[in-house]
């Protein structure tokens, strides 16, 4: 395997059904503007509360790791 350097963002996906399509949301955004994606790892899951303590999001915090294409 050649060496390679990869690089690492952290997004929150968000949705109105669950963490896990929350998760999914953020990477299928991702994959859009990054190639050569690697892991996606579950930082942190968390709600988004109205006034009245009603879940109106669920949110998934993800480090995303990518091939980096420097110079």
């Known amino acids: 395997m050649p060496e390679s350097i990869y690089d690492v963002i952290l997004l929150i996906g968000t949705s109105s059904e669950s963490w896990e399509k929350a998760a999914a949301n953020a990477v299928e955004q991702a994959s859009k503007s ?37 110079s």
Do not use: H
Not at 40 to 46: C, F, Q, V
Not at 48 to 68: C, H, N, P
């Open 34 to 70: 990054l190639r050569e994606l690697r892991i996606a790892e579950i930082e942190k899951l968390d709600l988004q509360l109205d006034a009245k303590g009603k879940v109106e999001a669920y949110r998934a915090k993800i480090k995303l790791s990518f091939r980096y294409e420097g």
